[in-house]
């Protein structure tokens, strides 16, 4: 069983930035496509950004493209979300997920092929 553990959220001033990780100490994260995902208060959760396993390919929502960047790194086996040019609307629980996908490729950042999921961490962006 896959267990992730997300960290690195907190209280930042809109412009401002954020790392957030997303560590497992069983299976190596290269292995899957790795998902991040973000739920605000009366919202569905959506998906921000993911890495594909194997060839690391990325991709992004268009709401977070050119401000967050996903990597991830195979000798600490976590995934990071480097979050810069912070928004109030970024404001949200964020999750990161798992999908142990057959093929590698272009991953994609739907919640429904996400089998193995975090506990979350919140980010908070307000003045």
């Known amino acids: 069983q896959l267990h992730l553990v997300e960290s690195g959220g907190g209280l930042v001033q809109p412009g401002g930035s954020l790392r957030l990780s997303c560590a497992a100490s069983?299976?190596?994260?290269?292995?899957?496509?790795i998902g991040w995902f973000r739920q605000a208060p009366g919202k569905e959760r959506e998906g921000v950004s993911c890495?594909?396993?194997?060839?690391?390919?990325?991709n992004s929502a268009n709401s977070v493209r050119g401000r967050f960047t996903i990597s991830i790194d195979n000798i600490k086996n976590t995934v990071y979300l480097q979050m810069n040019s912070l928004k109030p609307e970024d404001t949200a629980v964020y999750y990161c997920a798992a999908n142990l996908s057959p093929t590698p490729g272009i991953c994609v950042i739907d919640k429904g092929r996400y089998g193995y999921w975090g506990q979350g961490t919140q980010v908070t962006v307000s003045s």
């Open positions: 069983e299976f190596p994260l290269s292995r899957y496509d």
């Open positions: 890495i594909g396993w194997r060839d690391y390919k990325t």
